[in-house]
């Protein structure tokens, strides 16, 4: 269903992209993410899984390099289009959405780095990836440490007592890894390229740590199952294992001196496509209930003529309108000036996920015992939207950490901002 944008001044590129992003959520991230949500976490990575298709579908219309720069072969979109691509993504299916960002990862870090050989081995063949041969994924949590490697802001994140499950060291003209990453990596068992982070200096904790990029044929790399889980089912996710994993020099994108500064810029990066496919999922939600209401005859006439129908339904609006506003407010803001103000995309990441909850569980309200049911689109969305909760950093962890933020910035200088 097309939504009235109150930015009146969308240029016709804008309307174009937004119209066959909608169409491609609608005629394809819609029946796979439904197909996927009913598979076992095994058969939706199996040979014959509509999995493979779809990605196929996705890389040949160029929905894998969304947030690659242009100069690299990326999409090349405006601030204000990544918003609005990314929300009709988000609202096709949230799960799909995510694996379609997190397969560039390693490349759109690999693009900072200035290494040609990088470039040309890695970056340009993903960008040029018409098939959905070639497959990012961000490797940061581990098992032992969830949180603690995204608390930045925090005293213990530079402490020497923070022991990494994942460690980094030189030998010669190579580093060499040994470690695991958690189930929770977003496309891991389906990996063709790692964005690893590892601990190369303990003495400084996670501050002490290096991003890699890691080819996953190489010896000494293994992948665990699929992992089941309650939300965003059509998510791939799984452990990843490293045994005396041998890598080139060169392949260190990040290092402990650069690693707190560019995990921030890449958590706040992440946290406004969070808040943008967010908008599109709790505009789902509404839809259903909309359009359920107006056939729902209780009472002796349709549901939503009455009036505590009504006014539910314009909170769900209003929680929408107010998702879109944050999330293309944060996005037109960090992803146009550098360093980011990482405080302004957690603003849009906790407020939208919240309100996607919210509007979810209204709708399952509305819908009564049919919103119950897995004949309605309702029940896949709230558990998509309670799993948004804890994603690229839990809420609360977020809020603690813009927390520290607001506390040491605010008021931030407008010239430092580009302004
Ligand atoms: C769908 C999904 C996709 C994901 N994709 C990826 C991915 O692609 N790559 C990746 O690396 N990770 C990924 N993650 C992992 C995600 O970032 C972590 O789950 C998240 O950071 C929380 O870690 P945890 O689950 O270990 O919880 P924990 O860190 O164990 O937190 C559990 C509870 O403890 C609280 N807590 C934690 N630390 C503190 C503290 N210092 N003080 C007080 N309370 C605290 C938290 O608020 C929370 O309530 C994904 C997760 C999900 C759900």
């Not at 694996?99 to 390693?106: I, K, R, Y």
């Not at 891991?188 to 390229?193: D, E, V, Y």
């Not at 190489?218 to 490293?242: C, H, I, T, W």
């Not at 890449?266 to 789902?284: D, I």
Request: aromatic share 10%; with cysteine.
């Amino acid at each position: 269903m097309k939504y009235f944008d109150i930015n009146l001044d969308l240029s016709e590129d804008d309307i174009a992209l937004r119209d066959a992003a909608r169409q491609f959520a609608e005629q394809e991230m819609r029946p796979t993410a439904k197909l996927l949500d009913q598979m076992t976490a095994e058969e939706g990575v199996a040979e014959n899984s509509p999995l493979w298709p779809f990605l196929k579908k996705a890389y040949a219309l160029g929905y894998h390099k969304i947030l690659m720069p242009e100069s690299f072969g990326g999409f090349g979109l405006t601030p204000l289009q990544v918003n609005i691509v990314t929300e009709e993504l988000g609202w096709g299916s949230f799960g799909l959405s995510v694996l379609l960002a997190v397969v560039s990862f390693p490349f759109y870090l690999a693009c900072t780095s200035n290494n040609d050989e990088l470039i040309e081995k890695f970056v340009k063949p993903f960008c040029n990836c018409t098939d959905g041969s070639i497959r990012g994924c961000w490797a940061g949590t581990e098992p032992a440490h969830g949180s603690d490697i995204l608390a930045i802001g925090e005293e213990f994140f530079s402490s020497p007592q923070m022991k990494g499950d994942m460690r980094a060291r030189l030998d010669g003209e190579e580093w060499v890894l040994n470690g695991q990453k958690s189930a929770w990596v977003s496309g891991g068992t389906i990996s063709t390229h790692a964005l690893v982070y590892a601990q190369i200096d303990p003495s400084k904790g996670f501050a002490g740590s290096g991003a890699f990029i890691v080819p996953m044929d190489l010896p000494g790399v293994s992948k665990g199952k699929a992992l089941e889980k309650m939300g965003q089912r059509d998510l791939n996710q799984g452990e990843l294992y490293f045994d005396d994993v041998r890598l080139p020099k060169s392949y260190m994108l990040v290092s402990p001196d650069f690693h707190p500064p560019v995990l921030e810029a890449t958590l706040a990066m992440a946290n406004l496509c969070m808040a943008s496919w967010s908008t599109g999922l709790s505009r789902a939600a509404f839809e259903e209930a909309l359009n359920y209401t107006k056939e729902r005859v209780q009472g002796g006439k349709p549901l939503i003529e009455h009036y505590t129908t009504k006014q539910r339904i314009f909170e769900m609006f209003a929680r929408v309108e107010t998702q879109r506003a944050i999330a293309r407010a944060g996005v037109n803001l960090n992803f146009s000036i550098s360093p980011p103000h990482p405080e302004y995309s957690f603003v849009a990441k906790t407020r939208s996920t919240e309100m996607a909850f919210q509007n979810t569980h209204d709708a399952i309200q509305l819908l009564g015992g049919n919103g119950l049911t897995k004949e309605y689109a309702v029940e896949k969305l709230f558990r998509d939207a309670r799993t948004s909760l804890i994603e690229d950093g839990q809420n609360e962890v977020l809020a603690r950490h813009g927390g520290d933020l607001v506390t040491k910035t605010y008021p931030r200088s407008q010239i430092d901002s580009g302004a």
